[in-house]
C-alpha cells in the first residue's frame, strides 16, 4: 500500500510537476519568510534577519533542491535530461557518433548474424505452424545411445497405438529428387514423402486449395495428388491463381496440384525446405524401384507427434518407450533393445545439435572476441573524447553535478551509442546472411537447402542484449576516467597532463593488439588449412572434366532399355570432338555417397564364424580409371567384357592390400561377396590409394566393382575433355538428350566444382575466420593509429619543448615509434599466447594444420608489426613536423 | 545540518517528533519547527531542507495529510494533521522507543 502511494505521489509530481512545485515553492518561502520575520521581530535589519535565516535554516534554492532531489522521480527525470543531453551531444558531434556507431556496428552485426544461423538452426520453431511448442519429434534409440528414423511399418505401430498424441505424422527424411518435365526442359525438383495428416496436424491452412486427404494415405487414386509449396508456385509457376486442378509430371507420372501451402511453411526441418509434398502412397513413383512403406530395414521417417492438451514430454517419452518395447517383442530378430526417445521438434535433428551447438560456439567466440576490440576502439575515442571535454567536466561539477551524475550522463551517452549501433547491426544480418548461404557448393543438390535469416525476437533481444552490455562495457572506465576531474586547474586553462588517461589508453591499445593477433592467427591457421586441403590429392584429377548424374529409372525404364541407353551414350560421348575419354561410376567418391559392402577376404579369416569385414566401394564402367585420371599400379583396367556373364573382377586400392595382404601379390587373390552362392570376384588390379568419404581421411582400404556385372539404374557420367569444359557441357547435355530425350539429369557440373562438396567445411572457417580477422585488423590498426595520433596531438607542447632545446626529429621519430612498438611488442606477445588457446579450439575445424603452426604465427606477428610500425610512423611523422614556435605559442 | 554520523538516528527520530508535534494539533511547516524548538528547549534546529523532506515522506507514506488554509495573520499555508494510520504509528514508535532508551538506560548504567 505504502509503495502504491508513493509511486501514485511520484507520478503525480511527475505529471503535475508546476502544481507541485509552486507548492513546494510557496511551502518553503512562507517558511523562511515566517522565521525572518520573527527575527525582525526580535529587533534585526531585515538584511541581517534574512541572512541569519538563511545560515540556520539554509536558502530556499539550496532547500528546494533537497526536498526535490528526496522524491525517488527525480532520478527519473535527471535521467530523461541526461538522455536529452547526451542525444544533443552526440547530435553535435556527428562525425565521432557516426565513426563508434558504424565500429560497434560491425561488431555487433557480426554476433547478430552468427547468432541468427544459430537461432534458425537450433532455436527458432518451425515456420508456419500452429502452437509449434506442442509438436515434439520421435525417434528410435539404439542401445548404444544414437538415434535413428523410423521405418514405415514402425512410424505405423507408434502413430497407432499412442495414447499422447492428438496426431503424429510422418514425413521423409532425406531430400528426395524427381524428375519434372515441363514443356520443352526436363528439369529437378526437390520433394518430400508426407503422411496425410502434415498439414492439418501442423494446423497449416494452404493459401489455396487443400491439404491431403485422411484416405490419401492408404489409397493413391487415380492421379496421385500434389501440394506446392509456396516458393515453387510462385518461382516455377508464376503465382498461377489456376494451378489448382492442374497437372504436372513428376517422374514420368502425372500428379494434380490440389494445394498451395502458405509462405511460411517451409518444411520442418531447418535449412531444406521442400518444393512440394506428396503423400506416402506416392513413395514408389517419387523413389522408384523401392517399396519402402512396407520395408522394415529401411530408416528413412521423421515422427512429428503433437503433445494431447495436458501431456507432458516425459509424459510421451515414457508411452514411447512401452511402444518401443512391444515392437522389440514382435521383431526380436531387428530390433534388440531398442527403445525411442522424444525430443522437441526445434531446430535440427539431434543427431547434428551437438555438432551445430558446437560450431556456434566456437564462432560467438570469435565474433564475441571482434565486437570486444570493436568495443576497446570506441572505449578508446570515448576516453579521448573526455579529455577533450574536461573542461565542461569542470563547469558541470562546479555548478554542482555529483561524481556520480557525470558518470552516468557519460554512462548513458555510451548505451546510446550501442544501441544505436544495435540497430544498425541487426540490419547487417539480411546481406551478410545471403553472403555466407553463398559458400555453399554452387551444384543442383543443394538447391534444397534454404535457410532464412529472420530477426526474430530472440534475435533481437540477443542483440540488444550485447549492445547493452557492450556499452556499459566500453562506456564504464572512459566515464569513470572523465568524471575525475580537477575543477580548479581545469578552469584556470593550466596544462593537463593526461597520465591516468593514458595508462587505460595503453591497456587497451595493448588488449586490441592481443585480441585482433589471436583472431587473425586462427584465420591465418584456416587459410592454411583450406590450402592444405586444395593440395590434398583426392586420388583423382578433377581438371577438365566432367559429371553429369542420370537416372534413368525414375523415368521407369527397364533394366534392358537403361543399358542400351547407357552402351549408345558411352559410344556417342567418346567420338565427340573435344571428349577424350568417357566412362560411369555409379557415384563419385568424396559426394554425400558413401557404402560398404561386407566381403570375406581370401587369406584373412581368423575364424570361420569370422563376420565379413566392410569395405568402402563404388561400382565403374570400363575405361573409369582413364577418364577420372586415376593411375594403375599393376593388373589392368575395367573393359567392356567386365559384364554380368563374365566371371566377377575387382579392382583394389594400395592400402586394401597393404592391410590384408602385406607383402603379396594381390593380382589374382579373391575376395567373397557371399559365402554360400560363393558369389567372388578376382582382383586384376591395384591403384594408388586415394581419398574417398572425407579428404582429410587417414588411408582407408577401397574397391571397385564393374559397374555392368549387375544393373541400377542411377550413374554419373564421367567426362575427360580436352580443354576448358564450360561450352562442353551443354554439349554432353544436348548429346544425352540425343539419345534419349526423356532421361532426367540430376545433377551436371565440372569436377572442379563437384570438389567444392568436400571442401565446404574447410571454405566455410576459412572465409569466415579469415573475414573476421580481417575486421579485427582493420578495427584494431584504426585503434592503434587513433591512439598514438592522439598522444602525439597532447604532446605538441612537450615536443615543441625538446625540438627547442635541441633534439633532433630523428629523435623525436624514434620516441613516438618505439612507444608505440612497445605496445605492439607487448600485445603481440599476449595475442601469440591467446591465438594457441584459440587455436586449440578451433583444431577440429584444421586439415593438416597444427593449432600452433610455426609459419602461421610468425607470418601473423610479422604482419602485425609491419602494419602497427605503419599505424605509428604516420603520426610520429606529423610529430616530427612540429615547429617548436607554434607549438609553444599555442598554450 | 546534522551531523553524518548520527543522520540515520536523527532521520528516524525526526519523523517521529514530526509526527508527535502534529498529534498536538494541526500545523504549517515552520511551526512545527518553531515548537519543536521550543519544547526541545533549542536542542533540535531544523533547517527547511531536512524538514519538508520528512514531511514530504510521511505525506506520501499516507502518515500525515496537508491542507491550505488561512493563518492566523491571514495568510495561507499548508497545514498539517495526523491521519488515523499516523497516530497509530506514532503510539508504536513511541513504545518502542521508550523500550530502547530503558533498555540502553540499563546498559550504560550498568557498572
Known amino acids: ?891 | 545540518m546534522a551531523d553524518k554520523p548520527s543522520q540515520d538516528l536523527v532521520q528516524g527520530t525526526l519523523d517521529m517528533l514530526i509526527l508527535k508535534m502534529l498529534a498536538l494539533e494541526p500545523m504549517h511547516g515552520y511551526g512545527i519547527a518553531v515548537r519543536l524548538e521550543q519544547m526541545s528547549q533549542g536542542v533540535f534546529r531544523l533547517n527547511a531542507g531536512s524538514l519538508f523532506v520528512a514531511v514530504q515522506r510521511l505525506q506520501r507514506d499516507g502518515l500525515i495529510r496537508g491542507e491550505w488554509k488561512a493563518t492566523e495573520n491571514s495568510r495561507r499555508a499548508k497545514y498539517y494533521a495526523l491521519t488515523a494510520k499516523g497516530q497509530k504509528r506514532l503510539n508504536s514508535e513511541t513504545r518502542e522507543w521508550s523500550r530502547q532508551v530503558a533498555a540502553i538506560a540499563r546498559i550504560l548504567e550498568a557498572s
Request: glycine share 8%.
Open chain 1, 1 to 891: 500500500m505504502a509503495i502504491l502511494r508513493s509511486i501514485a505521489g511520484g507520478l503525480r509530481s511527475l505529471f503535475r510537476k508546476e502544481q507541485v512545485n509552486k507548492e513546494l515553492d510557496e511551502e518553503l518561502s512562507d517558511f523562511l519568510e515566517m522565521a525572518t520575520e520573527e527575527k525582525m521581530n526580535d529587533g534585526m535589519s531585515r538584511a541581517d534577519a534574512h541572512r541569519a535565516v538563511r545560515l540556520e535554516r539554509g536558502s530556499l534554492e539550496v532547500s528546494k533542491e533537497v526536498v526535490w532531489s528526496a522524491r525517488w522521480e527525480s532520478v527519473l527525470e535527471t535521467s530523461w535530461q541526461d538522455l536529452r543531453f547526451a542525444v544533443r551531444m552526440l547530435r553535435k558531434n556527428p562525425g565521432f557518433s557516426s565513426v563508434a556507431v558504424l565500429t560497434l556496428a560491425l561488431g555487433i552485426g557480426a554476433n547478430a548474424t552468427i547468432f541468427a544461423f544459430a537461432d534458425t538452426l537450433l532455436f527458432r520453431p518451425p515456420g508456419g505452424v500452429a502452437s509449434a511448442d506442442q509438436l515434439v519429434s520421435v525417434w528410435n534409440r539404439l542401445p548404444n545411445g544414437n538415434q535413428t528414423q523410423f521405418s514405415y511399418p514402425e512410424y505405423m505401430h507408434f502413430r497407432d497405438h499412442n495414447k499422447v498424441f492428438s496426431g503424429l505424422l510422418a514425413y521423409s527424411s532425406d531430400p528426395v529428387q524427381v524428375s519434372w518435365v515441363q514443356p520443352g526442359q526436363t528439369g529437378v525438383a526437390n520433394s518430400q514423402l508426407v503422411s496425410a495428416n502434415y498439414f492439418s496436424l501442423l494446423g497449416v491452412k494452404p493459401v489455396l486449395g487443400r491439404g491431403f486427404l485422411p484416405s490419401e494415405d492408404t489409397t493413391a487414386g487415380a492421379v496421385p495428388v500434389v501440394v506446392l509449396s509456396y516458393r515453387f508456385w510462385h518461382a516455377r509457376m508464376n503465382s498461377d491463381p489456376n494451378v489448382v486442378g492442374k497437372t504436372l509430371i513428376f517422374n514420368g507420372h502425372q500428379f494434380v496440384v490440389v494445394g498451395v501451402a502458405p509462405e511460411d511453411l517451409t518444411g520442418l526441418q531447418p535449412g531444406f525446405a521442400p518444393e512440394f509434398w506428396t503423400p506416402m502412397t506416392t513413395q514408389s513413383v517419387i523413389i522408384p524401384g523401392e517399396d519402402r512403406l512396407t520395408n522394415r530395414d529401411g530408416y528413412w521417417i521423421f515422427a512429428v507427434g503433437r503433445l494431447k492438451p495436458g501431456i507432458s514430454r516425459s509424459q510421451a517419452q515414457g508411452n514411447m518407450s512401452v511402444l518401443a518395447r512391444q515392437l522389440n517383442l514382435e521383431y526380436p530378430g531387428a530390433r534388440k533393445d531398442w527403445d525411442a526417445s522424444v525430443f522437441s521438434n526445434t531446430g535440427v535433428p539431434p543427431e547434428f545439435r551437438l555438432y551445430a551447438l558446437g560450431l556456434g560456439a566456437v564462432l560467438m567466440l570469435i565474433v564475441g572476441l571482434v565486437l570486444l576490440i570493436a568495443c576497446t576502439n570506441v572505449a578508446n575515442l570515448l576516453l579521448s573524447r573526455g579529455f577533450a571535454r574536461s573542461k565542461e567536466m569542470a563547469v558541470r561539477a562546479a555548478l554542482g553535478a555529483s561524481r556520480g551524475r557525470l558518470i552516468r550522463q557519460l554512462l548513458i551517452e555510451a548505451v546510446l551509442l550501442a544501441i544505436a549501433a544495435g540497430g544498425v547491426g541487426i540490419t547487417f544480418i539480411f546481406w551478410t546472411g545471403p553472403l555466407v548461404l553463398k559458400l555453399l557448393p554452387p551444384i543442383e543438390m543443394l538447391s534444397v537447402v534454404h535457410i532464412d535469416l529472420v530477426a526474430d525476437w530472440r534475435v533481437v533481444c540477443f542483440t540488444m542484449c550485447v549492445a547493452l552490455a557492450a556499452g556499459v562495457s566500453f562506456g564504464f572506465a572512459p566515464a569513470l576516467r572523465s568524471s575525475q576531474v580537477n575543477v580548479a586547474s581545469r578552469l584556470k586553462e593550466e596544462p593537463q597532463g593526461d597520465y591516468h588517461g593514458s595508462r587505460l589508453r595503453n591497456f587497451l591499445v595493448v588488449t586490441q593488439v592481443a585480441l585482433s593477433l589471436a583472431l587473425l592467427a586462427s584465420a591465418g591457421l584456416c587459410v592454411r588449412s583450406l590450402l592444405n586441403a586444395q593440395s590434398i590429392n583426392p586420388g583423382f584429377s578433377p581438371t577438365n572434366r566432367l559429371m553429369v548424374s542420370l537416372n534413368p529409372g525414375i523415368e521407369g525404364y527397364s533394366e534392358t532399355r537403361g543399358r542400351a541407353f547407357y552402351r549408345e551414350l558411352l559410344d556417342r560421348i567418346a567420338v565427340m570432338p573435344g571428349v577424350r575419354s568417357a566412362s560411369l561410376a555409379s557415384w563419385l567418391p568424396l559426394g554425400f555417397t558413401n557404402l560398404s559392402a561386407p566381403v570375406y577376404i581370401e587369406g584373412h579369416q581368423p575364424a570361420s564364424d569370422f563376420p565379413p569385414t566392410p569395405v568402402p566401394y563404388t561400382r565403374v564402367g570400363p575405361g573409369y580409371f582413364a577418364a577420372m585420371g586415376i593411375p594403375l599400379l599393376s593388373g589392368r583396367e575395367f573393359g567392356r567384357a567386365d559384364d554380368n556373364d563374365a566371371p566377377g573382377v575387382a579392382i583394389v586400392n594400395e592400402e586394401f592390400v597393404r592391410r590384408y595382404w602385406p607383402g603379396q601379390d594381390p593380382i589374382g587373390k579373391h575376395i567373397t561377396l557371399d559365402l554360400k552362392t560363393h558369389d567372388s570376384l578376382e582382383v586384376v588390379g591395384v591403384t594408388p590409394t586415394g581419398k574417398y568419404a572425407r579428404l582429410n581421411e587417414s588411408p582407408r582400404p577401397f574397391m571397385y566393382w564393374p559397374l555392368l556385372r549387375s544393373y541400377s539404374p542411377e550413374a554419373t557420367l564421367v567426362v575427360q575433355t580436352s580443354g576448358s569444359n564450360a561450352s562442353m557441357l551443354s554439349a554432353v547435355k544436348s548429346e544425352i538428350q540425343a539419345v534419349e530425350p526423356d532421361v532426367p539429369i540430376v545433377q551436371t557440373e565440372t569436377l572442379d566444382e563437384y570438389m567444392s562438396v568436400p571442401l565446404f567445411s574447410a571454405r566455410l572457417s576459412a572465409s569466415l575466420l579469415g573475414a573476421f580477422g580481417l575486421l579485427a585488423l582493420a578495427l584494431a590498426t584504426t585503434g592503434l593509429y587513433s591512439a598514438i595520433a592522439y598522444s602525439v596531438s597532447q604532446r605538441a607542447h612537450e615536443i615543441g619543448i625538446r625540438m627547442a632545446l635541441g633534439a633532433r626529429r630523428k629523435d623525436i621519430l624514434w620516441q613516438i615509434v618505439s612507444e608505440g612498438g612497445r605496445l605492439v611488442l607487448i600485445g603481440v606477445a599476449i595475442g601469440l599466447a591467446g591465438s594457441l588457446v584459440l587455436g586449440r579450439l578451433i583444431a577440429s575445424l584444421l586439415y593438416g594444420v597444427s593449432s600452433a603452426d610455426p609459419v602461421v604465427l610468425a607470418s601473423v606477428a610479422a604482419l602485425w608489426m609491419f602494419v602497427a610500425m605503419t599505424a605509428c610512423y604516420v603520426p610520429a611523422r606529423r610529430a616530427m613536423r612540429v615547429d617548436p614556435m607554434v607549438a609553444l605559442r599555442y598554450e
